[in-house]
């Protein structure tokens, strides 16, 4: 048990890892045990991370679990994992999508099947370091670690120009990551000489830098982060690499890769710069506020539903961003709660996409109709689902954005109240582009003869479909069991932002006696 306590955190991470060690002995005829080992590996991680998620101490404001070893010692950098309340939701998200993307597949890959699950398992391990990682060094590499397993899922299993959006996507995110690179080696010269983040942070607010290195610094981060978001009007490889993606690998893409770009706002750019931050406020939230609004008028004209979810991901994004930037507790535990149900409905979205696409084999609103009586329990769960995203009441969309934007308007910042306003367009936008995308789908004639065929779900269906259901309504009824495993990490967090925004404000001198004495 002591074992498991003090390694829990690499257990995390590098069970997919030993899967994909295992599977590579696997002979490719071999298929049921691919698929079946995959499962196991992928349903293991989801029990470490719950095991992790009951024994973490909301509490204890400092990292939990932590693991430190010396990997190479001429640059000081370490192997040192840690997991706070804000990492832990996003860990328990990734955890939780595993076995759904892995069932989800196995109707619809049928070739190089080895390959597809073995680039699945090494996402995982990615996707899970980066969370963890408290080295910069060691964040980099899980970071860039993440590029290449999915370049790959895009583009050997994706749609037929799967290619151009696989490029696209590996280009986007690596020329934002070489310049965060750049900060990180800056700030190891001329900062800290540690890659610690821990002593980055504490070197950081003991000697701050001046304003112009503060604002180069955060723009090379927050350039990276806001490419994988991605924030308005870096978005344009999201739609392609969504729509040329496999399935699962739209659900990993939706429900934890763009995770680590808000992630990454909140785990770097804004507490390490904030003087630069207050700086960027207003262009950051505008920027956030134009992604709502675009995200939203662009996916109201769709035809391709699979696309109309992949706009709908640049506007729920937006959200989040402007949750982190509005710089109070209320407001950002609505975006870190956003990042999560995000993954839950957006990625959800994309699975019942592509059910109906391997039925069907095609995305075309106006070649659907009528679905509501052929496939019933197909059109309940969309009906869930799609709900959830547009914010009901009762499901979890409505807990993010309703924190967000009760947050944004009592927020301190300028014109956060406008912000607020802006922002609640979205809310409407959403609720007209998936109703009446709902609405030209499983209502009315039917289409075409062929769609009278179309089988409803399956038992596999329900089953991965229904896990993530279950969440969307607890955090929906009972958002308090997550919020409160991150309120106290994210109350530090705008405490110490606060402190420091009080401690730089000029001072003013105080009234004085003739005789020089302070009243």
Request: hydrophobic letters at 55%; aromatic letters at 12%.
């Amino acid at each position: 048990m002591a074992f498991i306590t003090n390694h829990i955190l690499s257990a995390v991470i590098f069970a997919p890892l030993a899967g994909f060690l295992i599977l590579l002995f696997l002979d490719r005829g071999q298929e049921r045990a691919i698929k079946v080992l995959t499962l196991i590996v992928m349903t293991l991680d989801l029990a470490l991370a719950g095991w992790l998620f009951l024994n973490f101490n909301a509490t204890n404001l400092n990292y939990q679990f932590t693991e430190r070893y010396m990997w190479i010692p001429n640059w000081e950098i370490h192997y040192q994992l840690g997991v706070d309340g804000i990492s832990l939701l996003l860990v328990g998200l990734t955890a939780l999508l595993g076995p759904v993307v892995v069932l989800s597949g196995w109707g619809s890959i049928k070739d190089r099947l080895k390959e597809y699950h073995a680039f699945m398992l090494l996402l995982q391990t990615g996707m899970m370091g980066t969370f963890l990682a408290l080295d910069l060094i060691l964040f980099y590499v899980f970071w860039e670690m993440t590029l290449v397993p999915m370049y790959f899922l895009i583009g050997v299993w994706g749609g037929p120009r799967r290619i151009y959006a696989a490029v696209k996507f590996f280009l986007f995110t690596m020329a934002g990551s070489v310049l965060m690179l750049i900060a990180i080696i800056f700030l190891y010269v001329h900062v800290s000489g540690s890659f610690d983040l821990v002593v980055v942070s504490n070197t950081l607010a003991t000697s701050p830098l001046r304003l112009d290195l503060q604002i180069m610094l955060f723009a090379a981060f927050a350039l990276a982060f806001a490419v994988k978001i991605p924030m308005f009007p870096l978005h344009t490889w999201l739609p392609d690499a969504h729509v040329e993606a496999p399935t699962a690998g739209s659900v990993i893409l939706a429900g934890v890769l763009l995770k680590m770009g808000t992630y990454g706002m909140i785990r770097f750019a804004i507490p390490l710069f904030p003087d630069a931050v207050i700086k960027a406020v207003p262009y950051m939230s505008g920027l956030a506020i134009a992604g709502i609004i675009y995200g939203a008028l662009v996916s109201l004209v769709q035809e391709d539903v699979k696309k109309l979810v992949a706009y709908s991901s640049v506007s729920h994004m937006g959200f989040v961003v402007l949750g982190l930037f509005a710089l109070n507790v209320t407001a950002m535990q609505g975006a870190l709660i956003q990042m999560v149900n995000h993954g839950l409905s957006t990625g959800a979205l994309f699975l019942l996409v592509g059910i109906i696409y391997e039925r069907a084999h095609t995305r075309q609103i106006s070649e659907f109709g009528g679905l509501g009586k052929i496939m019933p329990l197909y059109a309940a769960f969309f009906m869930v689902v799609a709900l959830s995203s547009a914010g009901l009441p009762g499901l979890n969309g409505f807990v993010g954005e309703f924190l967000i934007l009760v947050g944004t308007f009592n927020s301190a910042n300028p014109h956060s109240r406008l912000y607020a306003m802006l922002a609640g367009t979205g809310v409407i936008l959403a609720a007209a582009y998936l109703l009446y995308m709902y609405q030209r789908v499983f209502f009315g004639p039917v289409k075409k003869e062929e769609n009278l065929k179309l089988k409803d779900m399956n038992a596999r269906e329900i089953v991965y479909l229904g896990l993530i259901l279950v969440f969307i309504v607890w955090i929906g009824v009972y958002p308090g069991t997550f919020l409160a495993k991150s309120e106290p990490a994210i109350t530090n967090l705008v405490q110490q932002f606060q402190a420091h925004r009080y401690e730089t404000l000029p001072k003013v001198p105080e009234p004085q006696t003739q005789a020089g004495e302070t009243k």
